[in-house]
């Protein structure tokens, strides 16, 4: 069976390569016999961390004589229909989708998070391209009430979850390992921290730099920056550290995503500003403090019974600072693991119901 997966692969980004692992692991259970091809922005990184084939993102003569031998194409996981980030990302995903149409290939939607879709022009080419597709999952509700508004209803539509929940925790050893490879003694309490540069970047690093240097002055707790994209997240922590004072370390290098799942694990509370990074506390177990600058951190955060501290713009150093403290003075054990085991349930649904289109073809 042949598949061609579309998504944003080989940046070296933490959370995308999470979620493409955590597909082929459930696909390569359910679906016998599977080829892959991902379409990817660095193709041998890809073959190596995935062990898939891959091919060039801009080469558009390759990718369709892939589709074209293919079953399936699969567009996702993540937020790739969608144009606040980038206006011209969602035409790219969307001509991928309409190539393997016109081909008379089946497609697949898989875990998206959708939109926000902005202009009138976006709005009818998604309401056009995305009506014909064969199947749509999505990872929260606020993508099932964009769909809603875009009225792209003709697909099967099923409210699943991020594919990364399928995951099973990693062990803490791999961790710990690299702690002690940066001279972190594993003693104290540990604040996990991963961020990265948006829009209001100034005012947030303040806020943030203030509120760490507090915890560190009241508890005691050492803080640890941990990039899920490398190396864009490590020159974010840096800038934040050089407003701290001390009991703060940069884990300056590019992780797997069992290592990046059990340093989350070795945590006692994770201050996220990355989707995927939150995706791990909950994984790992570990209380998680969310701040948002775009939608899917509040989905993300709404499904598992938690409000984000804020947005980039309007967060304060008091409200991280209150909140941090509340969550690292209770007990590790936080969430509730019925809804967690649900989400994982969801998650691994994607793959069945990709292995039921494939065979029904």
């Not at 091919?55 to 699969?74: E, N, Q, S």
């Not at 391209?129 to 003709?154: C, F």
């Not at 951190?297 to 947005?311: A, H, Y």
Request: aromatic share 8%; glycine share 6%; hydrophobic share 45%.
């Amino acid at each position: 069976m042949k598949i061609v997966i579309s998504g944003y692969y080989g940046s070296k980004n933490g959370g995308d390569e999470a979620m493409l692992a955590a597909m082929l692991e459930v696909l390569r259970e359910e679906i016998p016999n599977l080829n892959v091809t991902v379409i990817s922005i660095d193709p041998e990184y890809t073959k190596r961390r995935h062990n898939v084939e891959a091919v060039p993102r801009p080469d558009i003569w390759t990718i369709i004589k892939k589709i074209r031998a293919a079953d399936l194409l699969i567009s996702g996981g993540g937020s790739l229909l969608q144009n606040v980030t980038s206006g011209r990302s969602l035409y790219y995903y969307l001509a991928i989708i309409f190539f393997a149409l016109a081909l008379g290939r089946k497609v697949m939607l898989y875990a998206q998070g959708i939109g926000p879709i902005r202009g009138v022009f976006a709005h009818k080419l998604m309401n056009f391209i995305v009506n014909s597709v064969d199947l749509i999952t999505v990872r929260d509700r606020g993508s099932l009430e964009e769909l809603s508004r875009l009225k792209i209803t003709r697909p099967k539509i099923f409210c699943t979850a991020d594919p990364v929940l399928a995951m099973k925790p990693a062990p803490l050893d791999l961790g710990e390992k690299i702690l002690a490879r940066h001279s972190i003694a594993r003693e104290g309490k540990f604040i996990g921290v991963a961020i990265r540069h948006w829009n209001d970047w100034e005012n947030f690093r303040h806020e943030l730099a203030d509120a760490l240097n507090r915890l560190v002055e009241e508890t005691g707790a050492k803080i640890i920056f941990i990039p899920m994209k490398f190396p864009e997240d490590i020159r974010a922590a840096n800038s934040v550290v050089t407003l701290m004072k001390k009991n703060f370390s940069v884990l300056d290098e590019e992780f797997t995503t069992r290592e990046i799942l059990s340093l989350v694990g070795c945590m006692d509370v994770l201050i996220g500003v990355r989707l995927h990074a939150l995706i791990f506390a909950g994984v790992m177990n570990v209380p998680m403090l969310g701040i948002s600058y775009d939608p899917k951190i509040e989905r993300f955060l709404s499904s598992v019974g938690e409000k984000p501290l804020g947005d980039l713009r309007d967060v304060t150093a008091q409200k991280i600072f209150d909140e941090t403290l509340k969550k690292i003075l209770s007990p590790k054990i936080f969430r509730d693991d019925k809804l967690f085991h649900e989400l994982g349930d969801a998650a691994r649904l994607n793959a069945k119901l990709a292995a039921k289109l494939v065979d029904a073809s």
